[in-house]
C-alpha cells in the first residue's frame, strides 16, 4: 500500500494534469482560474501537513513546484482582469502566451510528483492490466549496455 507521500504525490500528480488540459483552450482557464488557484492552494497545504512523512527539503521542494503554477496561474488572472479587451487579437494573444505558460509550468511540475510516485511508491510502476512490472531503462553504460528496474 502506498505510504500518505506517495498518496499525496500521486493526488498532486493528476491535478496539475487536469490544470494543465485546462490551459489547452485559454477561455476555459479564464473560467476556471478560481478554482485552479483553490486546488494550488489545498496541495500546498497538504504538502506542508506531510512533516512527519517527508525530510523538510522534500516538502520545500514540492511546495516550490507549487509555488511556480500559483505564481503563473496569478499572472494569468492579473492579465485576464486589467487587460484592454478593446484589442480583441492583443488580448488574445497574450491571454494564450500566459496560458501556455501555466501549463507548461503544470507540466514541470506533474513531472516533479510523478518522479516522486516513482521513487516513494515503486508499486505505482505495475502495469494494471498486467500481472508484470513495467521495465524502466535507468542508466546506460559507456559500453552501450543499460540497466534496467524491474
Known sequence: MAGPLATF?????????RIQEWTEVP??????????????????QEAKALSGHAKPALISGMDAKLADVRRATETFKDYVMR???AVAHK??????????????????????????VARHN?????????????????????????RYAS
Open 9 to 17: 504525490a500521486t493526488k498532486a500528480q493528476h491535478e496539475l494534469e
Open 27 to 44: 477561455p476555459e482557464l479564464e473560467r476556471k482560474v478560481g478554482e485552479v488557484l483553490g486546488i494550488v492552494r489545498r496541495l500546498r
Open 83 to 85: 487587460a484592454d479587451r
Open 91 to 116: 488580448y488574445s494573444e497574450g491571454r494564450n502566451e500566459l496560458a501556455r505558460l501555466v501549463g507548461g509550468t503544470a507540466a514541470v511540475a506533474a513531472g516533479y510528483f510523478g518522479d516522486e
Open 122 to 146: 515503486p508499486s505505482a510502476l505495475r502495469d494494471s492490466t498486467r500481472s508484470h512490472v513495467i521495465s524502466v531503462q535507468i542508466e546506460r553504460g559507456n559500453d552501450s549496455s543499460s
